[in-house]
């Protein structure tokens, strides 16, 4: 197999789409647990919600029909004929003539068919003035209208947020069906890669800044992450490292010796990992471009730059799409994206996607990026940064005031 002829960024998800499976085992788990898992089985109604009809508003509810005509100038009169209590069951029927006060979510009386807000009535001793007619069904909800009974709610593949648990919980079911929660292997490599607890570096070592990026991404997506530590430039050490580690993982990822050189042999350690092997060797992007990405017994292998800005950028762009792949996650655009202002212009190779780190400005409603300038390799470039500006490979930069879409670093 012949090595480091880059493919295109667009080349490259197209070859993640086609080649990652999802992981098929699946686990029962209690809903308050399912935060950020991927649900593996549809979420189907079995009850309406609501069970019955009620008010959005504090107000009156009324026949409509006996609004009709009602305003500031020539309000029109109902007679109060009590209230609704919230979470009891209202039996007795509104009669011509008469309103009753409901609260906000409480049960509309039977031949009731509307509800009056109650800043646009006024109770005088009993007697109720409207100032503003109102439409049947307004302010009320039906049966069923936020949620009908045998429909599906969530689809198969949603990644579960509070809102998704709300309306399973509102449902009244208290487990969910989901896939297994992904685990993720991380080791780095190099003779100058040192703990980055290390109090006090020798000249020519580098702390593994990595180890706590990279495994930090992986929680934040939702997986988990276990860290195998460094492993120095000797092929054999490094080949029964990666295999030991490859085996409790879903994804392995290494870090370092992805680029062309004697020591680098992070591309034989994944080719000895099992077929197919390295499908990309050489992304043509800006910074990251010695990426290796493979597939080893269905799983899926990471190379990454050893650059920690790199590096990060590279594991933010494709290896969040290996992930939601893998993790049984339906597919959505890959990345959060924003279309902002450029503060000044940007240059770019043409041929090669170019991710230039940006700070964002608010001004009269309008985001604004500013580029934030240094060389690739500096971390503290993406300290500074609240997204990374996309110019695209056909294009040789972009211009001061143009709008170009950024990816946000969250």
């Known amino acids: 197999m012949q090595f480091f002829k880059v493919k295109t960024v667009e080349q490259t998800f197209a070859l ?3 080649l990652v499976k999802a992981v098929q085992d699946i686990e029962v788990i209690p809903l308050e647990q399912s935060l950020h898992r991927i649900l593996a089985k549809d979420i189907t109604a079995t009850e309406n919600v609501p069970s019955f009809p009620r008010s ?3 107000g009156y509810a009324v026949r409509a029909k006996e609004t009709f005509g009602s305003s500031e100038t020539m309000p029109g009169f109902l007679n109060i004929a009590g209230s609704v209590k919230m979470g009891e069951e209202v039996t007795t029927p509104l009669k ?3 309103a009753i006060y409901i609260p906000t979510g409480g049960m509309l009386p039977p031949n009731s068919d509307s509800v009056i807000m109650i800043e646009h009535c006024e109770d005088l001793a009993g007697l109720l003035n409207m100032y503003k007619q109102v439409a049947p069904g307004e302010n009320v909800i039906q049966i069923g209208e936020d949620v009908k009974e045998g429909v599906v709610l969530i689809e198969k593949g949603t990644k579960l947020r509070p809102q998704e648990l709300g309306a399973i919980a509102a449902l009244g079911q208290t487990e969910v069906t989901v896939y297994k929660q992904l685990t993720i292997g991380y080791l780095s490599s190099g003779d100058e890669i040192v703990p980055y607890q290390t109090e006090s570096l020798k000249i020519g070592q580098v702390r593994d800044i990595n180890a706590l990026t990279i495994t930090s991404l992986v929680q934040e997506w939702g997986a988990k992450a276990i860290y195998a530590g460094i492993v120095t430039d000797d092929f054999q050490e490094y080949q029964s490292r990666a295999k030991d580690l490859f085996e409790k993982v879903d994804c392995l990822v290494l870090s370092g010796g992805s680029s062309v050189g004697a020591k680098d042999y992070t591309t034989k350690v994944i080719e000895s990992l099992g077929a197919p092997g390295v499908f990309t060797h050489g992304i043509s992007i800006k910074p990251g471009k010695p990426t290796i990405l493979a597939i080893a017994n269905q799983k899926p292998v ?4 050893g650059h920690p800005a790199s590096a990060m950028i590279i594991f933010s762009l494709f290896a969040k799409k290996i992930i939601e792949k893998l993790s049984g996650e ?3 655009n890959r ?7 450029l503060t000044k212009n940007i240059h770019s190779s043409m041929g090669r996607t170019d991710y230039i780190r940006v700070k964002l400005i608010e001004e009269d409603g309008q985001w604004w990026a500013e580029p934030i300038i240094g060389k ?3 971390i503290s470039t993406l300290v500074q940064s609240d997204a990374i500006v996309e110019i695209t490979a056909e294009f040789e930069g972009a211009r001061q ?4 879409p950024a990816i946000l670093l969250r």
């Open 96 to 98: 011509v003539g008469e």
């Open 335 to 341: 990345l959060d994206r924003v279309q902002v202002r």
């Open 302 to 305: 990471i190379g990454l730059p």
């Open 16 to 18: 993640i789409e086609d």
């Open 401 to 404: 005031g143009e709008f170009v």
């Open 376 to 378: 690739s390799g500096l």
């Open 330 to 332: 339906k597919a959505h």
């Open 56 to 58: 959005t508003v504090d």
